[in-house]
């Protein structure tokens, strides 16, 4: 009777081979697994506490800017915001309309594998169509009367990508430390502000994009002065 010829290649590391490293080194390879992990989640979360003072600064430093905006936008943004939290809180939440932001996203870098994953967390596919869609239409009227709603829309969307990014990073299983939680938000946090700051300087010439940044870094740094003083000064 012939012998059946194996599909394995011989190069390929078997159960044995996993077997005979566990007991050479006497530490099953589950293990070795659950420590690495639980490395990576705490220099994640290392990670994650350095991203907060840029959470801070990029914070403060857009609402320094958006003083500079006239006083119906600012009244229509914060409106914006505001109007979103009321029917996510109050009436339903509006995941379905997100959910498709995500698939847009997805569809767009499919090119890319790496950015399939991320871009729907840190773009906000709503907010930037909506900047795209206000410079189309300045290219036929320059009315001022309808920006009014289209910052009311930007501060409904971004607030809509803001939620639910968080709400989606905070259910994610086998977060250690809600590590994953911590830099990963802090991160789409910074980069959705930031994608704020660059349309709204598009819209306004008295939003500084510059400006925003040099005030943010100047904020974050004042921070990791202060703590490094208190710690080995």
């Known amino acids: 009777m012939a012998r059946k010829k194996s599909n394995k290649n011989k190069d390929d590391f078997s159960a044995d081979d996993l077997a ?28 994650g506490i350095c991203l907060l003072p840029f959470v801070y600064a990029v914070t403060v430093s857009f609402f320094k800017e958006s003083d500079l905006l ?7 943004f914060f409106g914006g915001i505001i109007s979103f939290l009321v029917v996510y809180l109050f009436i339903f939440e509006p995941r379905l309309i997100y959910n498709k932001g995500q698939k847009i996203i997805a569809a767009v870098f499919r090119f890319f594998a790496p950015l399939v994953k991320v871009a729907p967390y840190l773009l906000p596919i709503y907010t ?22 289209f910052v009311f829309l930007f501060g409904f ?3 809509l990508h803001l ?4 709400k989606s990073l905070r259910l994610r299983q086998g977060d250690f430390l809600k590590a994953n939680y911590i830099f990963g938000f802090s991160f789409v946090y910074i980069i ?3 994608v704020l700051a660059a349309g709204f300087t598009f819209i306004s010439a008295n939003f500084s ?20 003083r208190q710690l080995f000064l």
Do not use: H, M, W
């Not at 930037?128 to 709603?149: D, G, H, M, Q, R």
């Not at 510059?210 to 202060?226: E, Y």
């Open 128 to 149: 930037i169509i909506l900047f795209v869609a206000y410079a189309i239409y300045t290219l036929v009227n320059k009315s001022f009367e309808p920006l009014k709603y």
């Open 163 to 166: 939620v639910f990014s968080a």
């Open 20 to 47: 005979q490293l566990e007991a050479a080194f006497g530490v099953p390879s589950s293990k070795i697994s659950i420590f690495s992990g639980k490395l990576f989640s705490l220099i994640k979360l290392a990670l």
């Open 157 to 159: 969307t971004i607030a």
């Open 192 to 194: 959705n502000i930031v």
């Open 70 to 76: 006239e006083a119906i936008l600012r009244q229509y």
């Open 209 to 228: 994009f510059i400006n925003f940044c040099n005030n943010s870094f100047q904020a974050a740094s004042d921070i990791f002065g202060a703590v490094f």
